[in-house]
């Protein structure tokens, strides 16, 4: 079934409601897990772009004119056509990404939750009526769809990430022209194959691939596009703010480098379960990944080899192969790369290996981007691994004295993202929660993100939230109307 459904998106782009081959060049597609090609993109050209653009500008006040119910009712046979077909849309996942099969279906599975989210919110945006100083008058507040959102995507979650832009613009009564990353367009026409079955007009949803460089900034640039919402590392997001020529709508969901504190009166059980889970799922290709650790000096010998054996017993795998290894390949060489950098940059400046430090063993492994979950500890602040973003399967563990020193080394980076926290005292746990200056604060869990709660970052992660009312609020522009009706009584 993926093969088929493979060779049917190569090379194609999604405008005005069907598929087209593209007449630019082709790009080739890797599995990250075997280096082989899976099948190519077309780069897409700026007829195709303006083509695309046109095509949601001439959808947009139709779409936008529709009753809140009817695009619910779009939203809801969306969730259901892509629930239905999980386990296809996931093996195109893992082929181009690299995740085990098994946590592909299960990120399937939340794109369909998040269109039913967005399906139910889409009929509960409300407006406001503001009391006047003068009798007679009446304002309204009320909320109107922004217009054609470019939405720009990155590889390690690409369905859900193209999915909240997706399903909120649809939600609001925008239209949409996506530009997934260059290394996951797959899952993005997969979708687009699941928009076109669920009877979505043309343009509302559109997908052209190609570079970012060029074709994401094609969308930056272009005056037809009223909104830009894009998820991806901090450098491009400030390039993006930097050189979008008009004033446009920005939402930018940006890198981390996230900390982890746990207390001396923390479950140590459960925080070395929680850290294990989200420095190494993805393969630590997580914007909300744990970066660094820092722990209370009476738990932090047993806590680095506890986690040091967390690390050992993840089993790597092909994802398609070991649908449920806990781990995957990388997506590409680049994380990969830059995860033994940072690697070779602590343990250079001291820092003690407990863990993983090299790809694993085995034919199965030679030719794709695989390697060992990797814990180092005895970490200093001057390390890579503490101060950015890794974006790989590695982190730094260091001791600490006192909270307040703790939650000042966690605060003391340009991101805020994500932070965690383990502790059990009441005292402990609220000056984490006031203390750490994070969008998203998870405390005795290190799950920071629910569709029903806003998710966004603060600093160099981003401005604007993603999930929740807040989300949807993005992608909807206020506008007061002031009546004057007379009636003084
Ligand atoms: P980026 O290299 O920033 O790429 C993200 C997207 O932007 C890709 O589609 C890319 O296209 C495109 N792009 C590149 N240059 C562009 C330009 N000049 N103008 C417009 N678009 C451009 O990030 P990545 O490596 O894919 O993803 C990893 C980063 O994303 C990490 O920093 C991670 O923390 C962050 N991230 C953040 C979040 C949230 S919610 N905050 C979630 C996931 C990931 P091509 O790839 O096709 O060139």
């Not at 009929?123 to 009446?138: A, K, S």
């Not at 020529?245 to 940006?254: A, Q």
Request: aromatic share 6%.
């Amino acid at each position: 079934m993926p093969a088929s459904l493979l060779s049917a998106l190569d090379g194609t782009l999604f405008i005005d409601g069907e598929f087209r081959p593209g007449a630019g060049p082709r790009l080739p597609v890797i599995n990250p897990a075997t280096g082989e090609r899976i099948g190519t993109i077309a780069a897409a050209t700026g007829d195709e772009i303006a083509a695309a653009v046109a095509a949601a500008r001439r959808a947009f006040r139709p779409w936008a004119r529709q009753v809140p119910r009817r695009r619910a009712e779009a939203l809801h046979r969306l969730g259901d056509l892509i629930a239905a077909d999980a386990g296809a849309m996931a093996r195109i996942m893992t082929l181009e990404q690299g995740k085990p099969l098994n946590e592909a279906r299960g990120e399937i599975l939340k794109l369909a939750e998040a269109c039913h989210f967005y399906a139910e919110e889409a009929t509960r945006v409300h407006g406001e009526t503001v009391p006047n100083d003068q009798p007679g008058f009446r304002s309204l507040i009320v909320r109107e769809p922004v217009g054609v959102v470019g939405a720009i995507t990155p590889w390690n979650y690409p369905a859900e990430l193209v999915g909240w832009k997706l399903c909120a613009s649809l939600a609001a009564g925008c239209t949409i022209i996506v530009k997934p990353a260059e290394l996951t367009p797959f899952t993005a026409l997969a979708i687009a194959a699941k928009v076109a079955e669920a009877g979505i007009p043309p343009g509302v949803v559109n997908v052209v691939t190609g570079k970012g460089s060029v074709v994401g900034q094609a969308l930056v640039a272009h005056p037809g596009v009223d909104k830009i919402a894009f998820t991806g590392s901090s450098a491009v997001g400030l390039h993006i703010q930097n050189t979008c020529p008009t004033i446009k709508r920005l939402s930018l969901e940006l890198g981390g480098n996230c900390p982890l504190i746990v207390t001396a009166s923390a479950d140590l059980a459960a925080a070395v379960k929680g850290a294990a889970r989200r420095s190494f799922r993805n393969m630590g290709q997580i914007c909300i990944a744990i970066n660094r650790i820092y722990v209370a000096r009476p738990l932090y010998d047993a806590f680095v080899a506890a986690l040091g054996q967390a690390a050992d017993r993840l089993v790597v795998g092909n994802g398609l192969e070991r649908p449920d290894a806990d781990v995957g390949a990388m997506a590409s060489a680049e994380p990969l790369e830059k995860t033994r950098a940072h690697l070779a940059d602590a343990l250079a400046k001291g820092a003690r290996l407990v863990a993983g430090g090299q790809a694993p063993e085995g034919a199965e492994f030679a030719r794709g981007f695989f390697f060992r979950p990797t814990v180092v500890a005895d970490c200093t602040p001057d390390m890579q691994v503490m101060r950015e973003e890794t974006f790989g399967p590695l982190v730094g563990v260091a001791p600490f004295d006192t909270l307040e020193e703790a939650i000042a080394a966690a605060n003391d980076t340009p991101y805020g993202l994500a932070a965690y926290g383990y502790a059990r005292d009441l005292t402990e746990i609220e000056r984490l929660s006031a203390g750490l200056d994070y969008g998203n604060v998870a405390l005795n869990n290190v799950d920071a993100g629910i569709m029903n709660a806003p998710y966004g970052g603060r600093k160099q992660s981003g401005v604007g939230y993603e999930h929740g009312r807040e989300g949807l609020l993005e992608y909807f522009n206020f506008k007061h109307v002031r009546l004057h009706h007379g009636v003084e009584a």
